[in-house]
């Protein structure tokens, strides 16, 4: 091989070409061989035809080259970008180095933004994006009764407007084509109490009632042993349970043979038939906040007589939709109801998914969460950008260098964002920790009312979305600095300081923009999380209706023999004894508390307006008397009930102010007499005012007291005490006191009142804590894009400074002049703010309560806040300005 | 002239490539009359395998190409060794020396119980 001459080298000028290689490279084989030919004697066309034939088919063979060149050219210039990526993260990696501060800052800032939206979408993940945990959850439905009763008394009716008889639950099983299977579980959880005894300390339980086919509806595999059986669901079937993971492990140490042991309920021996498995909750689901142990078989017959108890859930069958099962449903109830004249309404239902019934409250919530963390890393991203392009300007000289060497503008770029990305990766690590943390946190608050809380986790899916959002986050905040700093006059920029001034404005122009983007993205949240704040103090604020300070509750029991006559007795005598303990003010029992569960019956006047489709639902509790004032409900006429009042004398009730509006209007209801709570008429003997009793938000609808010494439908029993003393402390005299009545009274604990308010404010503290930090974080934010931009723009004057004060301008008129500035950006960046935020509260109205979506008062309040945290982010380079010594200012100018 | 063409088996190629590059870097159209002349016209490499088997060596990096210029003149790829090819080479000899040997072996059997171990 001889060597190549000069300019043969540089055939490939304009870059590698795998295909004109592979023909030279053939014709090279040709001409040769045809020259051998002619040399054996050929004549130079026939030797050229003979070559082609020996070769045979070139045009083939040229293909394949094609092929494995230009895979070879790839992998080549693959591994070039590989080398080029290498060195660029080393050289970032070096850089980093020597600015400790800039790195910690950014990373910092980055994780802080990268870990709320991990966090969030951890949470969004679990409820509204993933299926619900079981198998073809989507084709899992949700029946809601009531959908042909107004909202008003829907919301009368409560819970028992929404469920199911038996008889419907059954009739429609049977007849319905849409559904491969129909399950159903008993909603009125403590109507009977469960009690485990014989394993430690006798233990109150949480239970609740399945059909027989539920788990195998929702297509759940017990971990241990089976489901029920048809048998076990019978009346007079045999006495079954399945433990729950958690009761299993916590309560029987995970016995792997506890399958066929019998544990004693209620005095009575159950044989555990299965263990549920860890990944189903039964109450993360349908119950959220409440802690379930032990499913046991419903027997429908027993409930055939209890009115609406039961909810209904459905699996359609495959190819079904939920809107062909909707217009059967809507068919063939009322068909059913024509079938049994004696049903109490025709069960119009409404099929949702059960997913829309479990998450579907929270969607507009998180979705507004969503966009909470969306706006914090979006000003992550604009104050990083504006980070980076404060360093650019230190580092334009080292650009313009490079480039001035050869790299192209490209070349620069992607080392840039190289830099920026390996800032957002690292700070995506941080971040990932701490969204960790936050998820943890979240998973781990078992009072809250949020469904599937147990199972928020970060999973694979938000490492995905970490990825993702590190990627975005890091281009987005590198490429305009990118492009600002590697384009420019290299010339300009090489030379020296004074002409880099003009460069320098034009970069502060751009800078200023961002910081105002900043503010008003800043100032969106605040509003937004203002708005809601106001909301949550106004429903903190709502009158109750009674006093849950200084009050605590614990489920009782008592033994009256199944004697009715005997209770009234008992009770008294339970809470004579509980009443004397040192401490206790008073004390009451009442089947149901306020904003826990709730039933409802109908209440009407006599003589009043009886037409048919008039609302009549009321919501029930059986109380003792001195459970009104135990509980600082206010009677506001009338009287309290009394032991007097007993199974023999006149029957008596007490209202509330909404009933009593509804059924004696204008007129004075005590003394007059009501229909539908029994058989015979009843009669008021008190009015007190309306009580809170599904939650803060909603008014009260009607409700009735019934003394439980005078109806025996009660739904469990709980103590309430009124103390001078912590409730806790009580607990253990308590306790004694009520086992020397009842032996068999289970351990139980105090809980404060105040725990059903918590639990009922639940989901809306969580969501307005969560919207608040964020919304501080992003102000937080904000001021530290206004301390960067103000804080530049007086070090790049420093000059211009100086010779204004040697001319004679003071102090206090260089201060002024910063501060105005960034008074100036703040004032543009609010005004935005506000424009937008105008759209976003309508967005969120839904989620307000009692606070306008455009709450002047909330608005100002939040746009002075924020001019506030500008100024004194402005304030602290103002100060430094005014320090400008006018000297030192121009000898290194 | 009359040739006995013998087919080539399937990776054989490959090592006589190989083999035909050990003494420096060679043009296609030289390895095939490398090939030609040193197996006594016994071997005749098509163009048509011959390419596509030196580029896949290639793109295994066990050869490399330049362009160069070749006796007569003209533009030419010639390859070389890589390191990794030499390690090849040496690797295929000493397989191809064993297994002609066993196929040998087998082919000058005298009978079905006359292996020389059993003898």
């Not at chain 1, 870059?15 to 592979?22: E, I, K, L």
């Not at chain 2, 002239?1 to 043009?27: N, P, Y």
């Not at chain 2, 030609?36 to 580029?55: D, F, I, K, N």
Request: charge should be positive; charged fraction near 20%.
């Amino acid at each position: 091989m001889k060597p190549i001459p000069l300019w043969r080298r540089y055939a490939r000028l304009l870059g590698p070409d795998p295909a004109a290689d592979v023909k030279d490279e053939l014709r090279f084989h040709l001409e040769t061989k045809t020259d051998d030919l002619v040399r054996q004697g050929w004549r130079r066309g026939a030797a050229r035809d003979e070559a082609e034939r020996q070769f045979g088919d070139v045009y083939a063979v040229q293909k394949i080259g094609e092929n494995l060149g230009g895979k070879m050219e790839r992998r080549k210039r693959f591994k070039d970008y590989w080398i080029e990526c290498n060195r660029d993260v080393r050289y970032t990696l070096r850089n980093l180095r020597n600015n400790p501060g800039f790195a910690a800052v950014a990373i910092l800032v980055l994780a802080l933004g990268i870990g709320a939206n991990v966090a969030v979408f951890s949470v969004v993940n679990v409820l509204l994006l993933r299926p619900l945990p079981f198998p073809d959850s989507q084709r899992l439905v949700w029946f809601r009764g009531g959908k042909s009763l107004p909202a008003k008394a829907q919301a009368a009716a409560g819970l028992s407007g929404e469920t199911y008889t038996a008889d419907a639950y059954e009739e429609f099983k049977r007849n319905n084509r849409s559904f491969q299977a129909v399950t159903a579980y008993q909603t009125f959880y403590s109507s009977i109490q469960y009690k485990l005894t014989g394993n430690g300390e006798p233990r109150q339980l949480g239970v609740v009632e399945v059909a027989d086919n539920f788990l195998s509806t929702l297509g759940i595999e017990p971990a241990l042993g089976r489901g029920f059986t048809q048998e076990e669901c019978q009346k007079g079937g045999r006495p079954a349970a399945m433990l729950s993971y958690y009761f299993w492990k916590n309560q029987f140490a995970a016995d792997p043979a506890i399958v066929g042991k019998a544990v004693t309920v209620n005095g009575k021996p159950v044989t555990v038939v299965g263990v549920l498995p860890a990944s189903f909750d039964f109450a993360s689901v349908f119950a959220p906040g409440m802690k379930v142990d032990l499913l046991v078989p419903a027997v429908m017959d027993f409930w055939r007589t209890w009115g609406n108890t039961l909810a209904v859930v459905g699996r359609l069958r495959p190819g079904v939709t939920v809107a062909q099962a909707q217009d059967e449903a809507d068919r063939l109830f009322p068909h059913l109801k024509v079938v049994h004249p004696d049903w109490y309404e025709d069960y119009a239902s409404e099929l949702t998914t059960l997913r829309d019934h479990v998450t579907g409250k929270l969607h507009r919530s998180l979705v507004v969460l969503w966009f909470a963390v969306g706006a914090i890393l979006l000003i992550v991203c604009v104050n990083l950008s504006n980070l980076q392009l404060s360093r650019g300007a230190s580092r334009g000289k080292e650009l313009a260098m490079r480039r001035a060497l050869g790299a192209s503008r490209g070349r620069l770029i992607r080392q840039l964002l190289t830099e920026s990305l390996v800032l957002s990766m690292a700070g995506a690590g941080l971040g990932l920790c701490i969204a960790f943390a936050i998820v943890f946190y979240i998973g781990h608050q078992g009072s809250m009312t949020l469904p599937l809380l147990a199972s928020m986790r970060v999973d694979a899916a938000s490492l995905g979305w970490t990825l993702l959002i590190a990627v975005a986050a890091g281009v987005v905040f590198g490429v305009a600095p990118a492009l600002k700093m590697s384009g420019g006059n290299l010339q300009k920029a090489l030379k020296d300081n004074a002409s880099s001034m003009a460069a320098g404005r034009s970069h502060e122009r751009f800078r200023s923009t961002l910081v105002v983007s900043e503010i008003a993205l800043a100032c969106v949240l605040l509003v937004g999380a203002g708005l809601l704040l106001r909301s949550f103090l106004h429903v903190l604020d709502v009158d109750l209706g009674f006093q849950p300070d200084h009050a605590a509750s614990m489920q009782v029991d008592y033994d009256d023999g199944g004697k009715f006559a005997a209770r009234g007795p008992i009770l008294q005598e339970m809470l004579r004894r509980v009443s004397a303990l040192p401490g206790v003010e008073s004390a009451g029992i009442a089947d149901m508390l306020p904003l826990d569960r709730n039933r409802s019956w109908e209440l009407t006047a006599v003589g009043g307006d009886s037409s048919k489709d008039r609302i009549a639902a009321a919501f029930v509790y059986l109380v003792t008397p001195g459970y009104i004032p135990t509980l600082g409900m206010r009677l506001r006429e009338g009287r309290d009930f009394a032991w007097s009042d007993t199974p023999e004398s006149q029957h008596v009730v007490i209202i509330n102010e909404a009933a009593a509006r509804r059924e004696w209007p204008g007129q004075d209801p005590v003394g007059k007499m009501a229909n539908g709570i029994e058989k015979n008429p009843v009669r008021v003997i008190g009015v007190i005012a309306d009580v809170r009793e599904t939650s803060l938000e909603a008014a009260s609808n009607p409700e009735v007291y019934i003394p439980m010494t005078q109806n025996a439908d009660v739904e469990g029993a709980t103590l309430v005490v009124r103390a001078r003393v912590p409730p806790e402390s009580l607990t253990s005299s308590v306790l004694a006191a009520l086992r020397t009545l009842n032996p068999g009274q289970p351990a139980a604990e105090f809980k404060p009142l105040q725990s059903l308010v918590d639990h009922a404010v639940s989901p809306r503290r969580f969501f307005v804590l969560l919207v608040a930090i964020f919304s501080g974080l992003g102000v937080l934010l904000a001021a530290l894009g206004i301390y960067g931009v103000v804080s530049y723009s007086v070090t790049q004057k420093t000059q211009e400074i100086g010779v204004r004060m040697a001319l004679g301008a003071t102090t206090g008129r260089v201060m002024c002049d910063v501060l105005a500035n960034t008074l100036r950006l703040t004032l543009a960046g609010v005004v935005l703010g506000t424009v937008a935020s105008l759209g976003v509260a309508r967005l969120i109205a839904s989620l307000l309560y009692s606070t306008s979506p455009w709450d002047a008062q909330t608005f100002i309040t939040m746009m002075l806040a924020l001019v506030t945290v500008a100024l004194i982010a402005g304030y602290f380079p103002a100060r430094r300005a005014s320090r400008v010594s006018p000297m030192t200012a121009l000898r290194n100018g | 002239m009359d040739k006995a063409k013998l087919e080539l088996f399937r990776g054989t190629l490959d090592v006589l490539i190989l083999k035909s590059l050990i003494w420096g870097a060679l043009h296609g159209y030289s390895i095939t009359d490398f090939i030609r002349r040193q197996s006594g016209e016994a071997l005749l490499v098509e163009e048509g395998t011959l390419y596509p088997a030196l580029w896949r060596l290639e793109s295994k990096q066990l050869v490399e190409a330049e362009w160069g210029l070749s006796e007569n003149n003209r533009k030419a790829k010639f390859y070389r060794l890589t390191p990794a090819g030499r390690r090849q080479l040496q690797q295929e000899s000493s397989n191809w020396a064993a297994y002609s040997v066993a196929v040998a072996k087998v082919l000058g059997a005298t009978g079905l119980n006359s292996s020389e171990e059993q003898a």
